[in-house]
């Protein structure tokens, strides 16, 4: 049998009965695929036979590029980027690293890294 327990929606408990389902079933295999805070290992404490370093994008400003336009900031969904007169801002624990910012900037002053 193969049980796939998904949602956009976070807070409704899908950790909560995948890892109960996966105490009760003899033969599991859970992935726990939240992007964001995969945390299913805090409830069934398995054991971490292999782990490697995960590292993901995050955007920079050449600021001699930059006219401080603004279109990274409205394009950011996540709301990882504020942009003043003079002034750009990343908040890094905000970037979701879709790249976005740096295809829409007209000057390509955006690089990743």
């Not at 726990?32 to 292999?50: K, M, S």
């Not at 279109?71 to 990882?80: K, M």
């Not at 890094?92 to 002053?109: E, F, I, K, M």
Request: glycine content about 8%.
């Amino acid at each position: 049998m193969k049980v796939a327990i998904a949602s956009g929606k976070g807070g409704t408990g899908k950790t909560t009965i995948a890892t109960s389902l996966a105490l009760v079933w003899e033969e599991v295999t859970l992935l726990d695929c939240d992007v964001e805070g995969p945390n299913a290992h805090l409830l069934l404490h398995p054991e971490i036979e292999r782990s490697a370093q995960v590292t993901v994008p995050v955007p920079r400003l050449r600021e001699e590029d930059c006219n401080y336009c603004g279109a990274c900031a409205d394009f950011c969904r996540s709301h990882a980027l504020a942009v003043v007169p003079g002034k750009w801002m990343i908040f890094d624990q905000l970037c979701h690293a879709c790249g976005g910012c740096s295809l829409v900037c007209p000057t390509r002053a955006i690089y990743e890294v």
